[in-house]
């Protein structure tokens, strides 16, 4: 096909064991999953609809990459999170069916602008100056669902410079991921392609240049950044 401009590149993601890579089409992210991240956050973690917004195809750091610490804010907050990698997708998906659409699973970081975010809530804006901005979703290679099945339980940590900030486990989500993907499936049309961040567990806070973040989610894989 011809364009106007010259074609970007487009967004993907490493996956374990292949030298093809998964294509990303959008990147959806589940707001407070973990009760105790509620509640540092102020909010009730009381099992309500869950909500979700995006970040852009292109906001993905692969792992192992330096993270430019973005402008504009001076309280830059790690969240570290599963991430779901959908095969193929949908409207009203089942829960029973909705893992059938998961191709595989990876480790992100869900950077924020938490400054600008907390400015936007205020004014009653939308969030993405706080959450879509450059290179704001490190994630890890893609496991695939075949090598692992589908982990229901597992250590969620981060550690910034060797001190651990960040300490969960799967089994602490609120919402599962086959009700996140149904849900999620009811709002958006779900295709191949597109990756669901599912939470991030209690410890959030911020990172300063020089910092090193490592994190992972046992059973799937480990994500690292340098800040710049």
Known sequence: MDYVIDEFPRPSVAVRGKTAKFPVRRIYLVGRNYAEHAREMGHDPNREEPFFFQKPSDAILPTGSEFPYPPLSSNVHHEIEQVVALRSGGKNIRVNDALD???????????????????????????????????????????????????????????????????????????????????LSTQFELTGGDLIFTGTPAGVGPIKPGDRLTGGVEGIADVEIQVQ
């Open 101 to 183: 659409h998961v191709y595989g699973y990876a480790v992100g970081i869900d950077i924020t602008r938490r400054d600008l975010q907390q400015q936007m809530k205020q004014q009653g804006r939308p969030w993405e100056v706080g959450k879509a901005f450059d290179s704001s979703a490190p994630v890890s290679a893609i496991v695939p669902a075949s090598a692992i099945g589908h982990p229901q339980q597992g250590r969620v940590w981060l550690e910034v410079n060797g001190e651990l900030r960040q300490e969960g486990d799967l089994n602490q989500l609120i919402w599962t991921v086959p009700e996140i993907i149904a849900t």
